[in-house]
């Protein structure tokens, strides 16, 4: 009980502390506001999004397309992943090209999905997606390659037909990796998003951290990249718990490196 | 095929291709088990006894020889074997009654159908009370115990045990010594057992086959009379020690010939 109080309260008195130190340096630096926005504009930014609701659509536009990005991405990656894994043709045939991909940055294909995809969300999604696929596609290749042997030969042992050992052994045995992937893929469909909308865009949280560039309101950017930490948070907090949840007999791996 | 056998190899050799040159691994290797016996295959660590198991288990496909079972020749996993690990290998995502219903869910039969008699063979293995447990929870012994409960679930004719004993402690090694002879008692299965440990093999055995290493071939056999139920008494009896004692002299015998 104590330690889940200091938890809390240590990491807020630090806040506390970096805000207060962020106040009062402006004053005594005379930070310019276009340089450094005082905490209390950023708050007021903040207020005038959310309460009085100018950041919201702005936010859903983000919000939607990172998810429905995400949920294709994932799922897509998920299911060739397991094919690959499991079949040695299509691993012979695609493998190659997969690494080929894997090997751009996909940032750099922004600009050729929105002329393939236009203005709207439909890019936004597309580039999510893309981002989402290859880690969690390698993760589950990888999870599902290292299932333990001995259990797969168990299950052979008692006739298992093949269907049965991957449903059943090889996917739940993955699970782990996947949910490793799940986490990476989370943080890289923010990323994917925002690029496809700082690319062309006339709405979402990108758009807003362009347009604030446009005259210099700083105070409004830091609102904006707030509402991203906050998306990216709760995203990788919920990942987390589904993870401690469905991989109950393994214990959670912590997060791992982000790549890019 | 010989009237009441239950396993029959003859002349089984096993070549693994490696690299640099082809790996004899068990060769001229004749067994046989009849119904109801319970026989040890004994031999020093890597003499190709886990070979020869997982032949038997259709695993692996024998180079040349013969293995069948009940009449009919190898060729691939059978309904009629039920295999118990040197590993417990419960899936860990399964719960305990779970995980014995396996062999049942592998063949395809009726799993509700089953479930009664998974929760008789854990009360049968001492684990009545643990079925919703996770193998995470239980200790290395517990866990053996559910392997062997989920290698009988589906009635084999065959039970085959890959040292089954050999990662566990000395003391829960020899209660379940015990607990396998009643169990055996009990249902009366046709056991190939693997062990590299002479007093276990000589006191759950009806039958003992010394296995020679490199390549693996039945060099003995002898047959083991103490009678039944073997208590714990018996292992500091005179003819315990002596049977112990002929075991250990032929490997010696062995070791000489090979060295």
Request: aromatic share 8%; with cysteine.
């Amino acid at each position: 009980m104590k330690d889940r109080v200091t938890s809390f309260i240590f990491p807020a008195l630090s806040l506390l502390g970096l805000v207060a130190l962020w106040h009062f340096s402006i004053d005594l630096f005379a930070i310019p506001d276009y340089l450094l926005p005082r905490p209390s504009a950023v708050i007021s930014h903040l207020k005038t999004g959310y309460i009085d609701g100018v950041f919201w659509p702005h936010f859903a536009f983000t919000l939607q397309s990172t998810i429905t990005g995400y949920l294709l991405g994932c799922v897509s990656a998920i299911l060739v992943g397991a094919v690959l894994a499991e079949s040695r043709t299509f691993e012979k045939c695609f493998y190659p090209f997969i690494i080929a991909l894997q090997s751009m940055p996909k940032v750099a294909l922004a600009p050729l999905i929105i002329v393939w995809f236009g203005y709207g969300a439909a890019s936004k999604v597309v580039m999510v997606a893309l981002m989402c696929f290859f880690p969690l596609f390698v993760n589950t290749v990888v999870g599902i390659r290292q299932t333990d042997r001995q259990l797969v030969s168990m299950m052979q042992s008692f006739s298992a037909p093949a269907s049965l050992v991957f449903f059943r052994v090889k996917l739940y045995a993955a699970a782990g990796h996947i949910f490793a992937g799940l986490q990476i893929s989370i943080v890289l469909a923010l990323i994917g998003a925002v690029v496809a909308e700082f690319v062309a865009s006339s709405k979402g949280i990108g758009w807003l951290i362009q347009s604030s560039l446009a005259n210099f309101n700083t105070a409004q950017m830091f609102a904006a990249l707030l509402s991203l930490v906050a998306i990216g948070l709760v995203g990788t907090q919920t990942i987390q718990f589904l993870h401690r949840r469905v991989v109950f007999w393994e214990q959670a791996a912590p997060m791992t490196a982000l790549p890019e | 095929m010989t009237q009441g056998r239950v396993l029959e190899v003859a002349g089984l050799a096993v070549v693994y291709q490696s690299n640099r040159e082809p790996q004899r691994a068990v060769e001229n290797c004749d067994i046989s088990v009849g119904a109801g016996e319970f026989v040890s295959i004994i031999g020093p660590s890597g003499c190709g006894k886990s070979t020869l198991l997982s032949v038997v288990a259709g695993l692996l496909e024998a180079t040349r020889g013969r293995v069948s079972i009940l009449g009919s020749e190898v060729r691939g996993p059978r309904p009629e074997v039920g295999m118990v690990f040197q590993r417990p290998t419960l899936l860990p995502w399964m719960n305990v009654i779970e995980n014995v219903l396996i062999p049942v869910r592998a063949l395809g039969r009726n799993v509700e159908a089953h479930r009664q008699q998974a929760q008789d063979l854990l009360k049968l293995v001492g684990l009545g009370t643990h079925a919703r447990h996770y193998p995470h929870e239980l200790s290395g012994g517990m866990q053996q115990r559910v392997g062997l409960a989920r290698a009988l679930i589906h009635d084999p004719g065959l039970l085959l045990m890959d040292e089954p004993f050999a990662a566990l402690d000395a003391m829960t090694r020899e209660r379940m010594s015990l607990e396998l002879q009643d169990i055996w008692m009990a249902r009366r299965k046709t056991v190939l057992f693997i062990t590299h440990s002479i007093p276990e093999a000589v006191f759950l055995s009806d039958r003992i086959a010394v296995m020679t290493p490199s390549p693996g071939r039945i060099e003995r056999e002898i047959a083991i009379d103490l009678p039944r139920p073997r208590r714990v008494e018996t292992l500091a009896s005179p003819a315990f020690a002596a049977l112990c004692g002929e075991i250990r002299e032929t490997f010696n015998a062995l070791a000489g010939e090979h060295a």
